[in-house]
Each structure stands twice: as C-alpha cells, then as structure tokens.
C-alpha cells in the first residue's frame, strides 16, 4: 500500500526553466509534509517542508504547494540549475502519536537539468 | 560539526547469516531512524531511537532490531537474511522526535545478500 506516491519516475527541463515535481498521497492522517534531494552515494538532504495548515512555503528558488483536498504537494524550482539534477523525494509524517520523525517516502522523481 | 556516519559502506552477505550496521549520529543528536531503500523505492521506516529506547516501528518483522547507545551511536541488526534484505540501508539523527527537528541522514550501507 504506497501512501505516498510520485507517479513521475523522471523529470527532464532546461537550465533556467521551471521544474515542477509532483507528489500525491492517500492517508489523512499525514499532516507534515517534506521534499527531500539525494545525489548518488549520499544520503536525502532536506530541501523544504510544509504543514497542513499552510498552503504554500518558499525559501529561495524552492516553493512547495500543499492542497490537502486533492491530497497533493508540489515542488517548483525557478529558476532550475544544473545542480539541481539529483533524485528528489517526498515525505509525510502523521499527526501525533508515537510517530514523530517516521517518515513515509514516496518512490522519487530523478530530475535532470539540461545546460 | 561532524555529520551522520555509517558503516561499513558496502557488504556482501550470504542468505541465513546474521549483519550489523553501525551508524553514528551528528554531535548533541538524542534520536536516530533507520530506513530500507530498495532499489528503485523510496526509503521505508524500519524504526526510531529516542534517548536509547524504541520510539516507533514500522512493519518490519523482529529479525530486525535495533541498539541506540548512551552516547547515542546506533546498530541496526538483521538476523537470518533473506534475499529481498539487499537494499541501501539508511540512518538518520535529529536533536529531538518533534517534527521541528530536521533529520540528517547519513550516506548508507549498501547490503547485498547472495
């Protein structure tokens, strides 16, 4: 049962365009949502997160956008950079309980930025 | 500041046999997770450590378990390998269990059971 899913195995975009990643998810119990980056033979890296009371979140050229009627986040990178071609993930936590920090993870979406 | 390491960083395992990795977490970090990523997946939540107790597990079975030390090193344990075991291995550290607390992870164990 993937409770998180990103339907997009892959992502190609040109440098200086946006790139969108998507992520949808089916528990409504989830309520803190995160994006994650990973390049080869390292681990995740935090990128950016949301809580179910906000809609939207940006720290520089990352923005998440959360509707939690469709059960579904967004990442918008603008401009994309080369650098930015990496494995990106994203991630629920649910409300409460015992779960602090269990981190439910999507499949990922492997994004490439073309020069 | 040292960050979230691991080790060793590749073994080979046969199936039936017994594995220990080691993970130590960043400077000041009371909780660590462990996670499995199969190939081509996303990481799974194996189970978190908070100040050397279990603090949540997902739907592993109990040949996986876990060890958080007083100066908040970790191990995970996988008895009995089986050959869908063969996965990348992750941990990570946080100060605390809040979701406030942002998860460093470290470059994992690649595990491979033959």
Redesign the interface.
């Known amino acids: 049962d993937q409770q998180?899913k990103?339907n997009s195995p892959s992502l190609s975009v040109q440098e200086g365009r946006i790139s969108i990643l998507n992520c949808d998810y089916t528990n409504s119990m989830f309520d803190?949502f995160l994006w994650?980056k990973k390049y080869p033979?390292?681990?995740?890296?935090?990128l950016i997160?949301i809580s179910s009371i906000k809609d939207k979140n940006e720290d520089g050229r990352f923005t998440v956008f959360l509707n939690k009627s469709a059960k579904h986040l967004s990442l918008h990178i603008v401009p994309s950079q080369p650098g930015d071609s990496a494995v990106y993930?994203c991630?629920a936590?649910p409300a409460g309980g015992?779960?602090?920090?269990?981190?439910?993870?999507?499949?990922?979406t492997i994004l490439t930025v073309h020069p | 500041e040292t960050g979230?390491t691991q080790s060793p960083t590749h073994l080979i395992k046969t199936r039936g046999q017994q594995v220990t990795l080691r993970c130590s977490s960043q400077s000041g970090h009371n909780?660590v997770?462990w996670?499995q990523q199969a190939l081509?997946?996303?990481?799974?939540?194996i189970f978190?450590y908070y100040r050397e107790e279990e603090?949540?597990r997902?739907n592993f079975p109990p040949r996986f378990s876990g060890l958080q030390f007083p100066n908040y090193s970790s191990e995970l344990n996988v008895n009995a390998l089986e050959l869908d075991d063969s996965a990348l291995y992750?941990c990570?550290s946080?100060l605390g269990?809040?979701?406030d607390?942002?998860?460093?992870?470290?470059?994992?164990t690649r595990l491979t059971v033959t």
Do not use: H
């Not at chain 1, 033979?41 to 935090?46: C, K, L, N």
């Not at chain 1, 602090?100 to 990922?108: M, P, V």
């Not at chain 2, 081509?40 to 939540?45: A, K, V």
């Open positions: 998180v990103q803190y994650y033979a390292e681990g995740p890296t935090f997160s993930f991630a936590i015992t779960s602090y920090g269990k981190l439910t993870f999507g499949q990922g | 979230v909780t997770s996670y081509g997946q996303g990481p799974q939540f978190q603090n949540g997902g992750l990570a946080s269990r809040s979701v607390y942002e998860q460093y992870f470290g470059p994992g």
